[in-house]
Each structure stands twice: as structure tokens, then as C-alpha cells.
């Protein structure tokens, strides 16, 4: 069956435009310069710089007494307070589903910023499954990060699963070469950028998600519709597997099991590619 997998932010969720609502809240509700905004933007470097940089920077530049732990917690909640995913990105894999497609997140970064976001946006339900990479203890552009999704997703990678799978990201060394890496075919999102990585290339490129999954769905292998098949997604038990030692509650809830723990030995902000808390 055909596999669909999509990065988290900036791809599904407009991760950048929910840290320009909360920075701009911060500066207000502490009479803080509006004008900073930009300082702030530039210093997020879109989610890849540690948090711990951006708050340090933060706290010395306003000369704040606020701890960082508080601080980070303001912005954990502020951020995840402004996140959506928006209704063409809601059609656009409804439309997949219902044309065939099997559909799975992959994302870097920590685990319970990420799955608070596809909670707190609804997106569990629309998808088959999803793994992230602190959890998993892989990071993008690991081809294992793939094949992980696709066991979460309930497709065996195993075979030629590989040439009936693409990717769909925003960040070229993480989401296209990774999927380079793993043999997948893969959309860039562009949002008005050049590409400018001269080692490998996306098979696709798109400004928005919804004409990256019409592009994927209108490619030659496109499967057909799937008789009676919801577009909100199949009603699927969950499975539950082990996976670099994590035990975690697959399929649309990204709920753990009772007394698992995260892994404490991830540290994936500090790896390239990976937004640490974003």
C-alpha cells in the first residue's frame, strides 16, 4: 500500500508564524518593544537554534529575572497555544485517504512539545501513525527514521516499499536528503525559496502542502480510491512495539503506555536538523 509521510512543522503545521504569535504576545504582556519582533524571529533561526540560546539571549537582553525553566515553560505553552494546521491541510489528507494512501509523520525534535502539537491540532486521527526522533532515539536523515514510520504505520519496509513511498518536507538536509538516503521520492516546500543543495534534489518541489499532495497523488503510481474508506481515517486498533528500547502506544492517540519512559539518553538538539523544543 502506498505510503505518504509528512514533516511536522513548517509542512503540516506552520510552526514559524505560531512563534511570531507567541513572541509577539511576550512583548507585549511585558510592555517589551513591539520593533523586537524581528530581533526575536532572527535569533528562533525557524525552531533549529537550542531553546536554551533563544531564552539566554532573551533573558539578558531585558534584563529579566525570570528563570529560564520559567521561561521555557512560557513558551512551550505560548507556542502550542498558537498552533493550527490549517483546513487546506486538513482537505489535502482527506483527499489522500480517501484516494488510497497511507499516512504517517516523521518528525525531529523532542518528543512532548511535537505529539502535544498533533494532539492539540487533531491531526492524530488523520493520520496512520507518526514517530519523533528524542522518542525513537533516530534522527533525520536516518533512513531508519523511515522505516520506523512505515512499521508505525502498519506497512512492512521490507521489499520494494520504498519505491511506492514519498516524503514531504521543508528542510532540505533532514526531509530530502533523508529521503534520498532512504530511496523515497519526496516533495520540498519551498515557501519562496531557492534550492541551493548541490549534492542531491527533491524529485518534486511546492510552495504549500496542498499542492504537494496533489502533485504526489497525480504521479503515475497514484493508488486508487480505497472502497468505503473515511476521509477522516480507518478506525484501527493500536499496536504497541518496541523500538530502541522506547515502548509507546501506536496509531492515532500518541499516547504512552502506562509507566513508559522517555528515553534520557536523546539528545537531538544538539544534532543538526533537529528543532529541540520547537
Known amino acids: 500500500m502506498p505510503l505518504l509521510l509528512f514533516d511536522l ?15 509577539r504576545a511576550f512583548l507585549a504582556e511585558r510592555s517589551l518593544p513591539p520593533g523586537d519582533l524581528d530581533w ?27 528563570s529560564l525553566d520559567f521561561l521555557l515553560a512560557h513558551y512551550r505553552r505560548g507556542i502550542n497555544s498558537h498552533i493550527h494546521c490549517p483546513s487546506g491541510t486538513v482537505d489535502a489528507l482527506r483527499a489522500a485517504r480517501a484516494a488510497g494512501w497511507t499516512l504517517g509523520i516523521v518528525s525531529n525534535g523532542s518528543t512532548r512539545p511535537q505529539l502535544e502539537k498533533i494532539r492539540r491540532t487533531g491531526l492524530g486521527p488523520m493520520v496512520d501513525g507518526w514517530v519523533i526522533s528524542e522518542e525513537a532515539e533516530c534522527v533525520k536523515p536516518d533512513p531508519l527514521i523511515f522505516e520506523i514510520a512505515a512499521q508505525r504505520c502498519g506497512i512492512a519496509p521490507t521489499g520494494d516499499w520504498a519505491s511506492h513511498t514519498w516524503m514531504v518536507g521543508d528542510h532540505p538536509p533532514a526531509d530530502i536528503a533523508g529521503a534520498e538516503l532512504a ?30 499532495v496533489g502533485q504526489v497523488l ?61
Not at 11 to 18: K, S
Not at 219 to 232: D, F, K, L, V
Open 9 to 23: 512543522d513548517n509542512t503540516l503545521l506552520p510552526r514559524d508564524a505560531a512563534f511570531r504569535a507567541w513572541a
Open 40 to 66: 526575536l524571529v532572527t535569533i528562533d533561526g525557524g525552531g533549529y537554534v537550542p531553546r536554551s540560546t533563544v531564552l539566554s539571549a532573551t533573558q539578558r537582553r531585558y534584563g529579566l529575572d525570570d
Open 183 to 212: 530511496g523515497l521520492r519526496s516533495v520540498w516546500l519551498h515557501h519562496g525559496r531557492p534550492w541551493a543543495e548541490p549534492g542531491y534534489r527533491p524529485t518534486l518541489k511546492a510552495a504549500g502542502l496542498p499542492e504537494a
Open 218 to 278: 497525480s504521479a503515475r503510481n497514484a493508488p486508487g480510491a480505497r472502497p468505503g474508506i473515511r476521509a477522516a481515517g480507518p478506525d484501527r486498533r493500536h499496536t504497541v512495539g518496541t523500538v530502541a528500547g522506547s515502548r509507546w502506544l501506536r496509531g492515532h492517540t500518541g499516547a504512552t503506555l502506562p509507566g513508559a519512559a522517555l528515553p534520557s539518553s536523546a539528545q537531538p538538539g544538539a544534532l543538526p536538523g533537529v528543532r529541540p523544543s520547537a
